[in-house]
């Protein structure tokens, strides 16, 4: 089951411009996390963002979480060509019996031109 | 760094026989997982496994089995293949409740 969902499916901006992916799941989670990738590569996690959190930074990205709105943003700002990719978000569900398990949204493509 | 390989990164089988695709983590961690990607429908989870031998059926498990008899080592079996197997399949691992580390993919076409 998916539980997230992405906005928007696609995003296609210029180099130096910021870039935000939006994310919305429906049940409790522990925590939200965000992964790139790369056409036909695997996933790479860029940040993890936990239920009593509300914003998170790493360089360039910036997470933040509503948890009363069930919903999670991704910034990437200064985007650079190399920042094009596939960025998903994913919740692992509150409870004992989750053992950490993802479940992923279907992801926003993104696009810089240089 | 924290490694995770697996055995192909492409493959092609034909339908009906028995595929194994290996996976394998350096980073001493007790959840691996199986996912297969295909386009529009996202990650699903096929299977995970929370500890040796231990193994929890995920959104698709229909068709696959899987194997976990050392910590480091999680195989996904398809026991007689499909066409609607066909797919991108990706391996995981983490601690609990922590980021995952994906391998790099094996690209399976079944004929």
């Known amino acids: 089951s998916q539980q997230g969902e992405e906005d928007p499916q696609a995003l296609s901006i210029q180099e130096g411009e910021n870039a935000t992916m939006n994310c919305s799941y429906k049940?409790?989670?522990?925590?939200l996390q965000w992964y790139r990738q790369n056409s036909g590569r695997g996933l790479v996690h860029l940040i993890l963002?936990?239920?009593?959190?509300r914003e998170k930074h790493s360089g360039r990205l910036r997470v933040t979480l509503d948890t009363s709105k069930k919903s999670s943003s991704l910034l990437i700002t200064a985007s650079r060509a190399a920042d094009t990719a596939s960025y998903f978000c994913a919740t692992v569900s509150a409870g004992g019996t989750s053992y950490g398990k993802l479940t992923f949204g279907q992801g926003t493509i993104l696009t810089v031109h240089p | 760094d924290v490694k995770v390989t697996q055995s192909s990164r492409y493959l092609v089988k034909r339908t009906g026989e028995k595929v194994f695709l290996e996976c394998v983590q350096d980073m001493d961690h007790e959840n691996m997982f199986w996912y297969r990607q295909d386009p529009g429908l996202g990650l699903r989870l096929i299977y995970f496994?929370?500890?040796?031998?231990?193994?929890e059926k995920g959104d698709i498990p229909e068709g696959y089995s899987v194997s976990r008899e050392k910590k480091e080592r999680f195989s996904l079996i398809l026991e007689s293949a499909s066409t609607n197997q066909t797919s991108m399949y990706l391996c995981a691992s983490s601690f609990i409740h922590y980021e995952q580390y994906f391998g790099p993919g094996t690209r399976l076409t079944v004929t």
């Open positions: 049940t409790s989670i522990n925590n």
């Open positions: 963002i936990r239920s009593n959190e």
């Open positions: 496994s929370y500890d040796v031998k231990m193994k």
